[in-house]
């Protein structure tokens, strides 16, 4: 068989040979295309998720109730997703830490396959849960929740002034701006390559392990406030929904706060913002385990973000978005003991620029970098995922071409299906704290430069 | 025969007999129910209040893309139509059959006892 046709059949064949890992998950459910009766490039930028048109912002915030659909399918609130991939690394991992079942490089995984459940029920309230079936350990997990229990619409002196609540499992799950964590770019990741280690806790330090309660404001489309504050479960609970601590488990409940204005004009939106979260946590001393031993470790993040989109006639789209956090960590229990101090800082800046043709070619360029004082704590030489001077700092540039055949009112099959192909390229100047040898073991940030290449479906 | 079923045969009698020429008769009540669930994403009813889609504050009676400060698509701008019960119900129905280009993204009503509550609704907006 020739080299071509032979890569063409493993493309052919992707979806079907169970492999493995990565991944983040994904939006732009058709449930939501058929309760609405609108195709995916109403609520999305590129006619696929997560990146949210104005539309899609109003309609979360609306709490996914807004209808419009007609016939059956209108009210079948459910999705299947699936994530297939080929993962190239510039240096093959190191033989110990290949991961099971995998090649130390050039390796095909069947990364995720989610089960949607998302809509209305009548006018106040609605929902979002995604449920995450990976290869990686053959488990299945609870993923992103955005439960919206209750939402109403007031007439303040002839402006809309919409309250509503939230119930959710992830800190920025509930957040109508793709600036933030949840679902921020790259909407896409790989597993089986290497990430650097260091994140704020916005981003990674409660996902998926909290119940968090907020209550928001949104006024006249353009002022929106909210504030809750987020505990962790319990390990018993957490077992159960196969989701671990991450920094560790809460104290007392967790402040979150996030305010944003937004302007529309023309056929362009932009947006400025301002988040706070403080979290107090027992340190995690395995994926169900914390302890209180040494008392609490204290993390606040505060964080900006802003965001330009023009949309114009469908025709040409171009999007900004950019958010920086700074977090200041005061690690009194891990550090007790340890002879190390307790306070250290981390930044981390995060911009995307992407420009689509029509709804269905698009590029995006991002840059991601964290930096910080070097944190014997929690960083440590290790090969591949230490750091062997102790520092967080990371840069990374990413660069994406995607292909979104369908997604459009027009479109085969809509509001039914939709399909994303993309190659995702990340090259590393800085990975865990250094350029050459971050990790002690010879390893250099250019060797963990990632292709991704990956068909995501949505039914 | 509970309400709704009486309802559909009403409908469907109405359907029949008025073979899509005749409009059958709109309940503003029922209409503003369809408009908060379906339109009220996009349109607000106050006047000057514009969403992603201008206000539908007096729409009736209006001539295409005359909302002061909202950027229309050229196509919807160019339409020179007059927004009466025929009009909306043909647009509503269908939007981009009718205005081929619009930046009104919704698919459109296909139920026409809901298209005619609704703008029976409309028309109270003044």
């Known amino acids: 068989m020739t080299r071509p046709a032979c890569s063409m059949l493993w493309v052919a064949l992707l979806p079907l040979v169970g492999l493995i890992v990565t991944a983040r998950p994904a939006e732009a459910i058709p449930a939501f295309a058929q309760q609405t009766g609108q195709p995916c490039v109403s609520c999305h930028i590129g006619g696929y998720g997560p990146q949210l048109t104005p539309i899609g912002r ?45 090649g130390a490089n050039n390796n095909f995984s069947l990364d995720q396959v989610s089960g949607f459940i998302g809509g209305g029920i009548g006018q106040h309230s609605g929902g979002l849960m995604q449920f995450t079936w990976s290869d990686v350990a053959n488990t ?52 089986l390559a290497p990430a650097p280690a260091a994140n704020v806790m916005l981003a990674a330090g409660l996902g998926q392990s909290a119940i968090g309660y907020t209550l928001y404001a949104w006024y006249d489309n353009k002022f ?26 809460t104290t007392s409940p967790a402040p979150y706060l996030r305010a944003a204005y937004e302007w529309q004009w023309g056929n362009s939106a932009a947006h400025v913002g301002a988040m706070y979260m403080h979290a107090d946590v027992n340190p995690a001393t395995g994926p169900y385990a914390t302890t209180d031993l040494a008392g609490a470790d204290h993390y606040t993040d505060y964080a900006v973000d802003g965001s330009y989109q023009f949309l114009g006639d469908g025709t040409h789209i171009a999007t900004v978005q950019a958010i920086y956090v700074h977090e200041n960590q005061n690690l009194r229990a ?33 840059w991601q970098k964290t930096w910080g004082p070097a944190n014997p704590l929690l960083y440590a030489p290790g090969e591949l995922t230490g750091s ?32 994303k192909l993309g190659v995702q390229y990340t090259a590393y100047t800085q990975f865990n704290g250094g350029s050459d040898n971050y990790d002690g073991s010879g390893r250099n940030a250019s060797d963990n430069n990632t292709l991704l290449v990956f068909a995501w479906m949505i039914f | 025969m509970p309400g709704f079923l009486l309802r559909a ?72 139509l007059t927004w009466d019960a025929a009009t909306l119900d043909k647009y509503l129905e269908a939007p981009r059959a009718m205005i081929p280009g619009t930046k009104m993204t919704y698919g459109g009503l296909k139920d026409a006892q809901k298209r005619a509550d609704l703008i029976a609704y409309l028309a109270t907006l003044k």
């Not at chain 1, 007790?336 to 698009?362: I, M, P």
């Not at chain 2, 504050?57 to 160019?78: D, I």
Request: hydrophobic share 35%.
């Open chain 1, 58 to 102: 109003a309609f979360k915030i609306g709490g996914y109730t807004q209808g419009g659909g007609e016939g059956l399918a209108a009210s079948i609130p459910l999705s299947l997703m699936a994530t297939t991939s080929f993962t190239n690394t510039a240096s093959a991992v190191p033989a110990d830490q290949i991961a099971q079942h995998y």
């Open chain 1, 140 to 191: 299945s997990h609870v993923d992103n929740v955005d439960l919206r229990p209750y939402t109403t619409v007031f007439d303040v002196g002839g402006k809309e002034l919409r309250i509503g609540t939230t119930l959710n499992n992830t800190p920025t799950v509930q957040d109508p701006y793709n600036t933030t964590f949840a679902w921020g770019f790259p909407y896409v990741l790989s597993a």
């Open chain 1, 224 to 249: 929106y406030l909210e504030g809750g504050a987020y505990s962790t479960l319990s390990p018993w609970t957490l077992t159960r929904m196969g989701n671990g601590f991450g920094i560790g488990s």
């Open chain 1, 334 to 366: 891990t550090s007790s003991g340890s002879g190390f101090a307790a306070k250290y800082n981390l930044d981390q800046f995060r911009a995307n620029v992407s420009y689509w043709y029509q709804n269905t070619y698009g590029v995006t360029l991002g």
């Open chain 1, 388 to 419: 062997n001077n102790s520092k967080p700092n990371s840069n990374a540039f990413i660069i994406e071409a995607d292909w979104v055949p369908f997604g459009k009112d027009t479109s085969l099959w809509a509001p039914y299906m939709n399909l």
């Open chain 2, 9 to 80: 045969a009403f409908t469907v009698t109405l359907l029949t007999a008025g073979s899509g020429t005749a409009f059958a008769a709109g309940d503003p009540a029922a209409g503003k129910s369809v408009f908060q669930s379906t339109c009220s994403i996009c349109h607000s009813v106050q006047p000057g209040q514009n969403k992603i889609g201008p206000t539908l504050s007096g729409v009736v009676g209006r001539k295409t893309g005359s909302v002061a400060g909202y950027t229309y698509s050229p196509q919807n701008q160019a339409a020179n």
